[in-house]
């Protein structure tokens, strides 16, 4: 159940005016999604500039749905999945492994950051895990900047 | 002062322009060919493999792609350091020449030929391949495309694709031939042939037998004595696939011959502000600007010029017709003495057909070509390589720089066409300065015979079976400052 | 003192045809020739009024016409310079129905990987760097010359190349670098049965003269649907004639790319590279691949994949080789390319 935790809270206050990231993160339903949830209801604070997307695997994440989403506006895309071993379908999360791997290639190859795409494991008990992705993937793309994607 | 603008120019490959500026005494003060594309091949193949390049470098042009694809092929051979097995060599060289013979066969009848057959003064309606099959007849037709079915036959059997064809890489070629395909090969060589006699015969009998047409040939309008380019054998004997670089002069003295490799000691290319291709020309002379003579820095590369600066051709029919060639136009069968007539291209390019068709020949019937060794796969780590070809309108020159992984970090390329950008310009601005001149009559015919000068150099396409009439309806008028029709040309 | 060409439209017979190619190398309009006798029945049902390689007709013939009275425009090329998109625009009111054909057109082709550098690297080496360029006052060509007699006009040259649609309303697609002439063929033959019968136009915006499977559809080789454990580069083994090329390691296009040219580089042992552009339902050839890769690489251990992914030497340049116009995400953002460039630059830096 839901357990309250003792957590450094390092969501930075947004400046009006300011830049903000837009992140986009692809959650599994079956753990990372649930897992979010947990830490929602766990009032643990984590970044509002992610948006979360609930795919019901995260092999059913397409490459290109984070293209789309760079294309769309996004400054970093969160895809997350079950832990290896434990995909509710068998082998939906190597896929996404493998996936990913290939996509962040082929996103550098167009002189955007490998960074701004980010795959993590996190389970259905782990809203913990969840808040602090968030955060600091929000962290690491106000520090990379906006993605300006040339077209 | 006013201005004719010819916009595009038309029976060659990609776009051109040619702007002639005519002064108040109806002379023509000046004449720029402009070429206005540029497309960046040699920036965005940074990064790409090499091998990958064959396929990449043949989109530089559909109708020569085959030059492209091979020439590239040599010089990742070269980066990797790889001797590629005899078959394999022989299987491109046939191909190439294949290839070579289609390309000058379809110059010949639907670019050239129409302003020969028909007359450069003939109504643009007739003036194409349909005119001179009512005038020849419709085996001449049969004898175009069954000779340009032939060669595409044989690159899609050596090459799988007729345009973009796809079997060179660094070490060989990916397809062989079985003995029922080098029947097949065999029988399309024939083809080949018959064609390329049956074309002297045209020649013959409806260009060289025209007093007219022999008049405007060796007119000076088209003459100009330029240093000429082409590739030769250890023989000396005129090679389209493989060989040395050979220059000679205007008097026929050789100026250098050079190693692909070496090409960057050799030649150099100048920038101009009005036209995206740039301006090739020896740095044994330098850049002298747009003159002739065997000082210039300019140099012609076609048909003309190789086969000015081969001593000979290496097969015997070939060899009979470059004398007949030079003994008509310079009394010397030799061929010491270089031909500069703009116009006698059209009749070199047939001493080339020849040849490419009798090559073909030998290769097909060569035992060799079924060997199975057609691969050696590269072990050597690549560096930087050339690989040159005589491309049916000129020198091609490919040099890759690598590194360690062969992933290219340079590229540079010196096209066929482009060797020629500062002679055409040239032989463009003459031939109008010839033809219109004070109280002369501008008609469509005359500024036809303005585009038949670069005509002869066969920029870079050749119209496969077809070019269909124009039936375009125009009326040229020509006014004075001060709004008066001074003269006025129809075609309705 | 000027001339004026004042073109004369005759009273309009047969439908009307025009051929343009824009930045393009020339194959698409070869292949349209390679239907051979095929041609005279294209000549029999129209009245081809525009195509500069083959027929002497101006520019300005096309800007006389009526806007629609082109009945079919077959336009190749992608758009590259000013003179590429002006006739893009002009062809498009003139023609009742335009095609973009060929790779160029439909996707970018070969020269869109021009996006993956810069404008000004690709002007800069043309003009200034290149080891046989000799220019040591760096003169760069001008979109004007000023000479004693008059200006010359080169078009602009832009720093992204598009395709027809990314620039006017397409009708429909006819894909290949180049189409293969038995797709022509069935293309052109359909034309004339509908202008000659009657019969309705495709659906605004068809895929036409191609398959709507995949590549591996019509491959001869047998797929084993082997796991990978390596790359390797076409050059460095010689295959298995019968065997799928990615099973034996191959990079191959194949798997994302769309069916209708009789797979005829696998046949004679080269990988496939995508020229008929991106597979049925999916508009981005590159993110394709990546799926299509990731399900056949043999590892589930991150390290192990990365070693594998290794022998993909060249993945934008590979997946994109034709589409890179494209791609979702755009042209390659190298450093000197700011970000938020307008595209309207003049030429001569």
Redesign the interface.
């Known amino acids: 159940m839901a357990v309250a935790f003792e957590q450094e809270v390092s969501v930075e206050q947004p400046q009006l005016g300011e830049w903000q990231p837009r992140i986009v993160a692809f959650l599994c339903n079956w753990c990372s999604y649930t897992g979010a949830d947990l830490a929602g209801i766990s009032r643990m604070q984590w970044d509002p500039s992610v948006s979360i997307v609930r795919v019901m695997c995260s092999g059913r994440m397409d490459p290109t749905f984070v293209a789309k989403a760079f294309e769309l506006g996004a400054d970093g895309v969160i895809i997350s999945g079950c832990h290896p071993g434990d995909c509710h379908y068998q082998e939906g999360n190597y896929k996404t492994l493998r996936r990913v791997h290939l996509l962040k290639r082929l996103v550098a190859g167009f002189g955007i950051s490998p960074d701004r795409v980010r795959l993590v494991w996190v389970s259905a008990s782990e809203g913990d895990q969840w808040a602090s992705t968030a955060n600091d993937m929000a962290r690491e793309i106000r520090t990379l900047g906006p993605l300006r994607l040339q077209t | 002062?006013?201005?004719?603008l010819i916009?595009?120019i038309?029976?060659?490959?990609?776009?051109g322009k040619i702007?002639i500026?005519?002064?108040?005494d109806g002379e023509v003060?000046?004449c720029?060919f402009?070429v206005?594309?540029?497309?960046?091949f040699?920036?965005?193949?940074?990064?790409?493999?090499v091998?990958?390049m064959p396929?990449?470098t043949s989109?530089?042009?559909?109708?020569c792609?085959e030059a492209h694809h091979i020439a590239s092929a040599k010089a990742?051979d070269d980066v990797?350091h790889v001797e590629i097995p005899p078959a394999a060599r022989k299987l491109r060289e046939l191909l190439y020449s294949a290839f070579f013979a289609g390309d000058h066969m379809t110059h010949f009848y639907i670019l050239a030929g129409p302003d020969f057959v028909m007359g450069p003064d003939a109504p643009?309606a007739e003036r194409?391949i349909l005119g001179m099959i009512h005038k020849l007849g419709i085996d001449t037709g049969k004898v175009v495309?069954g000779a340009r079915?032939a060669a595409?036959d044989i690159v899609k059997i050596l090459?799988?694709?007729?345009?973009?064809m796809?079997?060179a890489?660094?070490?060989g070629v990916?397809?062989g031939v079985t003995p029922e395909e080098r029947a097949e090969l065999i029988d399309r060589a024939g083809t080949l042939l018959e064609a390329a006699k049956f074309t002297i015969d045209i020649l013959n009998d409806v260009v060289l037998a025209n007093q007219a047409y022999l008049d405007l040939i060796l007119s000076d309008t088209y003459t100009h004595r330029f240093n000429s380019m082409g590739t030769v054998d250890e023989n000396g004997h005129l090679n389209v696939y493989d060989g040395m670089i050979r220059v000679v002069d205007a008097d026929g003295d050789q100026i250098v011959t050079y190693h692909p490799r070496d090409?960057?000691d050799n030649?150099?290319?100048?920038?101009?502000?009005?036209?995206?291709l740039?301006f090739?020309?020896l740095k044994a002379r330098g850049?002298t600007g747009f003159t002739d003579g065997s000082d210039s820095g300019l140099y012609r590369a076609s048909p003309l010029s190789r086969v000015n600066a081969a001593t000979g051709m290496a097969t015997p029919l070939a060899q009979a017709e470059y004398e007949r060639y030079f003994e008509t136009l310079t009394g010397d069968a030799s061929g010491a003495t270089p031909v500069h007539q703009t116009l006698a291209t059209h009749w070199a390019r047939v001493v080339e057909l020849v040849y490419a068709a009798e090559r073909t020949m030998e290769l097909a019937r060569d035992e060799e070509i079924l060997s199975p060794d057609i691969?050696t796969?590269?072990t050597e780590t690549p560096t930087e390589g050339v690989g040159c070809i005589e491309a049916p309108r000129g020198t091609l020159t490919h040099?890759y720089v690598t590194d360690e992984?062969?992933?290219l970090e340079?590229v540079?390329l010196?096209v066929g066409t482009t060797n020629n950008h500062g002679p055409i310009s040239m032989s463009i601005k003459k031939a109008a300065q010839g033809l219109i001149t004070a109280g002369s009559e501008?008609t469509e015919g005359v500024l036809n015979k303005i585009e038949m000068a670069f005509r002869a150099y066969d920029p870079?396409?050749a119209?496969?079976?077809?070019?269909?009439?124009?039936?375009?309806?125009?009326?040229?008028?020509?006014?004075?400052?001060d709004g008066t029709v001074?003269s006025e040309v129809r075609r309705? | 003192?000027?001339?004026?060409?004042?073109?004369?439209?005759?009273a309009p017979t047969k439908p009307k045809l025009a051929l343009y190619?824009a930045?393009?190398?020339?194959?698409?309009?070869?292949?349209v020739?390679?239907i051979?006798?095929k041609?005279l029945d294209v000549?029999a049902a129209f009245?081809?009024?525009f195509?500069?390689?083959?027929?002497?007709?101006?520019?300005r013939?096309v800007e006389a016409m009526d806007d629609g009275e082109i009945t079919l425009c077959l336009f190749n090329g992608a758009v590259?310079?000013s003179?590429n998109e002006y006739m893009a625009n002009l062809l498009r009111r003139k023609a009742r129905v335009l095609v973009a054909f060929g790779s160029c057109a439909c996707e970018g082709?070969?020269?869109a990987?021009?996006n993956?550098?810069t404008?000004r690297?690709?002007?800069d080496?043309?003009?200034r760097d290149?080891?046989?360029?000799?220019?040591p006052g760096d003169?760069?060509?001008?979109t004007q010359?000023v000479?004693?007699?008059?200006t010359?006009e080169?078009?602009e040259?832009w720093e992204t190349v598009r395709t027809l649609d990314q620039v006017v309303d397409v009708d429909y697609y006819v894909p290949g670098?180049?189409p293969q002439?038995h797709q022509i063929w069935a293309v052109l033959e359909t034309v004339i049965d509908i202008l000659q019968n009657g019969k309705p136009l495709p659906p605004k915006g068809s895929i036409l003269g191609a398959g709507d499977k995949t590549c591996c559809d019509e491959c001869p080789r047998v797929r084993e649907e082997k796991r990978i454990t390596g790359f390797v580069?076409?050059?460095?083994?010689?295959p298995d004639p019968d065997t799928c090329l990615l099973d034996q390691g191959i990079l191959c296009m194949g798997p994302a790319t769309r069916s209708g040219c009789g797979a005829?580089?696998v046949?004679?042992?080269?990988p496939c590279?995508g020229?008929y552009g991106p597979a049925p339902n999916s508009k981005d050839q590159g993110t394709k691949m990546v799926a299509a890769l990731s399900s056949v690489i043999d590892s589930q251990d991150p390290a192990v994949i990365e070693q594998i992914l290794d022998g993909i030497?060249?993945p934008v340049?590979?997946f994109y080789?034709f589409s890179m116009a494209k791609a979702t995400l755009g042209r390659v953002n190298l450093e000197g390319s700011s970000p938020g460039d307008t595209e309207r630059e003049e030429v001569?830096l």
């Open positions: 002062m006013k201005e004719i916009d595009p038309t029976r060659l490959e990609g776009h702007d500026f005519v002064d108040d003060a000046d720029f402009i206005p594309e540029l497309r960046g040699e920036a965005f193949c940074v990064g790409r493999p091998e990958e396929r990449i989109r530089i042009c559909g109708v792609s990742c990797y643009p194409n495309i079915a595409h090459g799988g694709k007729t345009i973009h796809v079997t890489l660094p070490g990916t397809k090409y960057l030649i150099a290319e100048h920038v101009e502000t009005w036209s995206y740039k090739p020309f850049w691969r796969i590269p040099h992984r062969g992933i340079k540079n010196v501008i870079c396409f119209c496969a079976t077809h070019s269909l009439p124009g039936q375009m309806s125009m009326i040229v008028r020509v006014r004075a400052p001074v309705d | 003192m000027t001339i004026e060409a004042e073109p004369i439209t005759a190619w930045a393009s190398c020339g194959g698409c309009e070869i292949a020739l390679d051979k006798e041609i000549d009245d081809v009024v195509w500069p390689v083959a027929v002497d007709f101006k520019v013939d590259r310079t003179d082709c070969i020269p990987l021009s993956t550098t404008r690297a690709t002007l080496w043309a003009f290149s080891p046989s360029t000799d220019n003169v760069r060509p001008q010359t000479t004693e007699f008059g010359l080169l078009p040259f670098c180049p002439a580069r076409p050059h460095e083994i010689i005829l580089c046949t004679v042992g080269v590279r020229c030497v060249d340049g590979t080789r001569g």
